[in-house]
């Protein structure tokens, strides 16, 4: 047992932006627990780190994942839509997901910032969500492609911005993640606080 | 209750009857990893736990905290009446589907 070995402060303090505030206290310390009594005698100051950190980015995950899952569908879903059913006239389309987009990412960050009660955590959930939600747009574009690129659908897609704009735009996605994150945040842990100035 | 109980949940929730008045959160990971012999993630039991509570199937309060884990609460579970309900439901239809066959099966491998 090595009770004074700490883990990473930064992955502790991203540990604390994912967590409801009444779990922190718990979660962090059955992590410090395991990390100083079995971890670290066992793996030393370097493989326990990278336990410690695997640990947090696990929480981290499960956090943001059903944000991030939404927002993947609603991408592959769109993208099915203008592949499978192309129009001359993209503007309704692109309206609606664009909404649909900014609405999930600034909920993702209200959401996390409520539940934290750091507004720190709202850009970092909905970066997170982006992400999560890019992979899955890919996988899915991809998937799509392996099974379906007859040369009605190679027009379709080449009609509605072309492969690269699939791969690459759910990429930009994250930054616009950072910034929707950062208002939702602002305003969950706004609302946080005067609940609870409230209560 | 019991087809919504997964089989991860009731590893948790029978660490938990195993670990009676001590079943903590790092105490049920443990407990967990030793029965399923594999390492299993934090997040995953603590996720578990959550929703399990949230469910209504365990009660949870917090108690001291302790030095190696720097004063921080530990969160004590056990299992609700209606969460033993459920432990043995599963058991029941487990074992309903298993009745009539000889284990382990032999000549399917």
């Known amino acids: ?199 | 209750m019991a087809d919504t109980l997964g089989s991860f949940e009731q590893a948790v929730l029978l660490a938990i009857l195993r670990l009676g008045d001590n079943a903590y959160g790092r105490a049920v990971l443990n407990e967990v990893q030793a029965r399923l012999e594999r390492e299993v993630a934090a997040g995953a039991v603590h996720a578990t736990l959550g929703r399990l509570e949230r469910k209504g199937l365990i009660a949870s309060r917090l108690g001291p905290g302790t030095p190696i884990r720097a004063g921080k609460a530990r969160r004590f579970y056990r299992i609700r009446p209606i969460g033993l309900r459920a432990l043995n439901e599963a058991r029941e239809t487990v074992e309903t589907l298993w009745r009539g066959l000889e284990w382990p099966l032999k000549g399917h491998a």
């Open chain 1, 1 to 199: 047992m090595t009770i004074t070995a700490t883990p990473p402060g930064w992955a502790e303090d991203v540990l604390r932006l994912v967590l409801r505030r009444a779990d922190f206290d718990a979660v962090s310390g059955d992590l410090l627990e395991e990390y100083r009594d079995r971890i670290h005698p066992a793996r030393g100051q370097t493989g326990a780190d990278f336990w410690y950190v695997r640990q947090v980015i696990g929480f981290a995950i499960r956090s943001a994942g059903v944000w991030g899952a939404l927002f993947g569908v609603a991408i592959v879903v769109r993208t099915a839509l203008d592949w499978f059913a192309p129009t001359q006239d993209f503007s309704v389309r692109s309206a609606i997901s664009t909404y649909v987009g900014i609405g999930l990412l600034l909920a993702t960050g209200f959401w996390s910032a409520w539940r934290s009660g750091s507004m720190r955590s709202g850009p970092l959930s909905s970066m997170l969500a982006a992400s999560i939600g890019s992979l899955i747009s890919v996988i899915g574009a991809t998937g799509m492609l392996v099974f379906f690129h007859d040369a009605r659908t190679m027009n379709a897609i080449a009609g509605s911005g072309g492969l690269s704009e699939v791969f690459t735009m759910p990429l930009a996605m994250i930054v616009d993640g950072l910034v929707l994150g950062t208002i939702g945040g602002a305003l969950g842990a706004a609302a946080n606080a005067k609940l609870r100035l409230d209560l």
